[in-house]
């Protein structure tokens, strides 16, 4: 049967892993390396990195994040952020990402995901797509969230996997950095509407929500960032709860 | 030397990440001179089957003519699928026919209305005979998929995977096998696949 994968985030800015790194007696915490080497220790099942930094000139420190962090694990490896044009795609690729994720690029041009697909094909091409509530829809920021755009969560959703993406990383901007949970209405609409998987994210605190998002919400992944920095809340842990919940995981 | 043969169908980076981890020696051949000093041939590969139209007439040949000196082939992912007749993907196109059967696309089922295609994470392994390849390798580990299309169950299965329908995740027939999957995705069970298939290989010229 397959796995409902957790998927940890490492939010890099120049180098550094930035989100949930002030946590005493964790001196790995800020390299993004050793971070992803305790993880894959703890039977994560895949890693992003999002690069924070962006700009034109962190292109090749970003590639040197990729390298250090594909060295440390035999795993699937995401980047995003800044992730602009089919050079800025190409050279992490060629760093060692074996998907890239593309926001407000593909806003700007859809035809971007297509491309990509076509070049690299359609695995390696996820579709972040920032979401909000009004009333009864979700509509979709760009730019980080700061940015309103004329689109709806669904709807795009469904566009971006008919030009080509392989998943959907879904991120409520309502319940990002909150831990009140993920947001199973808007993860539910999402991955109902596309035939393609969907990562929710935004929201984690508790165990509980990772069984939540994968039972109420339909996801296919959950991805967290500060949540595992905690020694505590291990990623083996996790797992283990959501075994005992009846969520088929993958056990070491 | 392992040359593993570069067609356009994704990059290399990690299958040569996982072999330098397991100390081997690796070119990438540009030409079927250059194949032809290689003892083991890896293709690797994902994406559309109609990206292995680029091994062309030549390289088949070369390839043929390597299988025929005793060289050991593997196939990944899409390399896999190759291994067989061909794929529904490109009708068109015919795989190296190594094994029996086309590859078909993964589909919802009545018992699972609402599959999602690609078949895209990790999911287990049921290994229906004793395999070099599969040596050591607990029945129900798993490892990592990204495919939307299949390989028929075959006589040389070594290692079958249920997603809506089961298909054949890994197949092994003397020095040639391969895999559906990404070992070199898939932590520590990837990695011993590949060495199991180093090893059974190392009596090879």
Not at chain 1, 203 to 224: I, M, N, P
């Amino acid at each position: 049967m397959l796995s409902k994968r957790i998927i940890a985030c490492l939010d890099v800015r120049d180098g550094r892993v930035v989100k949930g790194v002030n946590f005493e007696g964790l001196r790995e915490a800020g390299d993004p390396a050793a971070l992803a080497a305790r993880y894959n220790r703890e039977g994560i099942d895949e890693v992003v990195i999002l690069d924070v930094t962006a700009t034109l000139e962190s292109r090749q420190a970003r590639a040197h994040t990729i390298q250090a962090v594909a060295r440390e694990i035999f795993l699937p490896l995401c980047v995003g952020g800044g992730i602009r044009t089919d050079d800025d795609a190409a050279s992490a690729i060629e760093a060692g990402a074996d998907k890239v994720s593309l926001n407000t690029a593909a806003l700007n041009d859809p035809s971007l995901i297509t491309r990509l697909a076509t070049r690299y094909g359609s695995q390696a091409v996820i579709v972040a797509i920032d979401a909000k509530r009004n009333r009864a829809r979700y509509e979709v920021y760009a730019r980080s969230g700061s940015a309103l755009t004329a689109r709806d969560a669904v709807a795009w959703a469904r566009e971006a996997a008919e030009r080509g993406a392989g998943e959907i990383l879904l991120t409520s901007i309502d319940r990002d950095g909150t831990r009140a949970g993920f947001e199973c209405a808007l993860t539910a609409a999402v991955s109902d509407a596309v035939p393609i998987p969907v990562i929710a994210s935004g929201g984690a605190g508790e165990f509980e929500h990772f069984r939540d998002v994968f039972t109420t919400g339909h996801a296919d992944a959950a991805l967290a960032a500060s949540i595992f920095h905690f020694k505590e809340r291990s990623v083996s842990d996790l797992k283990s709860f959501l075994a005992a919940a009846g969520i088929p995981v993958r056990l070491c | 030397m392992i040359a593993l043969v570069d067609y356009g169908a994704g990059n290399l980076t990690s299958v040569r990440k996982a072999l330098a981890a397991l100390d081997c020696e690796v070119i990438v051949p540009s030409s079927v001179d250059e194949l032809a000093t290689a003892s083991r041939i890896i293709v690797p590969g994902v994406g559309h089957f109609d990206r292995t139209r680029a091994i062309d007439e030549e390289w088949r040949g070369a390839i043929r003519a390597a299988l025929e000196r005793g060289v050991a082939l593997f196939g990944i992912c899409l390399g896999m699928q190759w291994l067989f007749e061909g794929s529904e993907e490109a009708p068109d196109l015919p795989g190296l026919g190594v094994f029996r059967g086309v590859c078909v696309k993964l589909s919802p089922t009545r018992t699972s209305p609402t599959l999602k295609v690609p078949h895209v994470g990790w999911n287990s392994l049921d290994l229906p005979r004793t395999t070099d390849l599969m040596h050591e390798v607990e029945p129900g580990a798993q490892v990592y998929f990204t495919h939307s299309f299949a390989a028929p169950l075959v006589p040389e299965s070594a290692a079958t995977t249920t997603y809506g329908t089961t298909f054949t995740s890994a197949v092994e027939q003397g020095r040639i096998a391969g895999v559906q999957f990404h070992p070199e995705k898939s932590g520590d069970v990837g990695l011993r696949i590949l060495r199991n298939w180093l090893l059974m290989n190392s009596r090879v010229p």
